[in-house]
């Protein structure tokens, strides 16, 4: 896993993993509300229940809680 200008590069994943992870950003990054980012926290909360059987990288799960922490400031 690479990261480059805040932008998470990742070789070799799944297609569907990589566009979950992308779909999630871009929720995040488009809340302009409270309820709205709690909806993002779940969405959060399901990425991780679902992609931890196949392993997916930690780096992801650190990225996507940095973006819901940046967004509630």
Known sequence: MLINLNKVVMPQTTQSLENSYNKTISVIKSCKTKSQLEGASRMVKNF????????????????LDRAIKLKRL
């Open 48 to 63: 991780k229940n679902l992609y931890e059987g196949v392993g997916y990288p930690k780096a992801l799960s650190y990225s």
